[in-house]
């Protein structure tokens, strides 16, 4: 049975910095290409962030450039997401997920919840 259990969520102030950690079991974590998501009320969940599965390229939706980055440790089964400035509109419930090289992404986490005060 895959799991993926996300962590690290919670309320900080515009500017303030969080890191979400994303911890899979059931899967060979290394064959996976990993990805965050997140979803604000009311709207779709969109795309974040994506890191290759040697964690040698990384991928980002323009509104997190500079702010985010995205790494995973293998050995731990473990995908990350630094979270820098953070701004308002970055409040949502975030999701990571797992994908193989072809295909849509397949498994996903259950979500944390981040909070940006102004």
């Known amino acids: 049975q895959v799991q993926l259990v996300e962590s690290g969520g919670g309320l900080v102030q515009a500017g303030g910095s969080l890191r979400l950690s994303c911890v899979a079991s059931?899967?060979?974590?290394?064959?996976?290409?990993m990805g965050w998501f997140r979803q604000a009320p009311g709207q779709e969940r969109e795309w974040v962030a994506a890191?290759?599965?040697?964690?040698?390229?990384?991928t980002y939706t323009d509104s997190v450039k500079g702010r985010f980055t995205i790494s995973r440790e293998n050995a731990k089964k473990t995908v990350y997401l630094q979270m820098e400035s953070l701004k308002p509109g970055d409040t949502a419930v975030y999701y990571c997920?797992?994908?193989?090289?072809?295909?849509?992404?397949?498994?996903w986490g259950q979500g944390t919840q981040v909070t940006v005060s102004s």
């Open positions: 997920a797992a994908k193989l090289i072809i295909g849509p992404y397949k498994y």
């Open positions: 059931g899967l060979t974590f290394g064959s996976y290409e």
């Open positions: 890191v290759s599965r040697s964690g040698g390229s990384t």
